[in-house]
């Protein structure tokens, strides 16, 4: 069974800066578009950021500006980089992707287990 390996959370001030990864753990048929959302404290999980297979990313305004997504095709890898960070960045931060794992040609939502990202004042 595939899954998506994150790594990079933790904690930082206000301002700093983290920079999340996201890799399948296994070599897969493809991989379409890849992504981040985050669940705050108490709140519902939201997207953060998209990035297609064409490179095309999308991201919600409220990290515009201050979140960089890419993607690296030759390691089915996902990162998001995350600068001038604010409390109200704090969440567990998922990513996705859509995966050709089983049956080339047949894709799926896979997710990855959450990473923390907590942002201290």
């Known amino acids: 069974q595939v899954q998506l390996v994150e790594s990079g959370g933790g904690l930082v001030q206000a301002g700093g800066s983290l920079r999340l990864s996201c890799a399948a753990s296994r070599s897969i048929f493809g991989i379409g578009t890849m992504g981040w959302y985050r669940q705050p404290p108490g709140k519902q999980r939201e997207l953060v950021a998209t990035?297609?297979?064409?490179?095309?990313?999308n991201y919600a305004d409220s990290v515009k500006g201050r979140f960089t997504i890419s993607r690296d095709n030759a390691k089915n890898t996902v990162y998001l980089q995350m600068n001038s960070l604010k409390p109200e960045d704090t969440a567990v931060y998922y990513c996705?992707?859509?995966?050709?794992?089983?049956?080339?040609?047949?894709?799926?939502?896979?997710w990855g287990q959450g990473t923390q990202v907590t942002v201290s004042s």
């Open positions: 996705t992707a859509k995966m050709s794992a089983v049956l080339p040609g047949r894709y799926f939502d896979y």
């Open positions: 990035v297609d297979s064409g490179g095309s990313t």
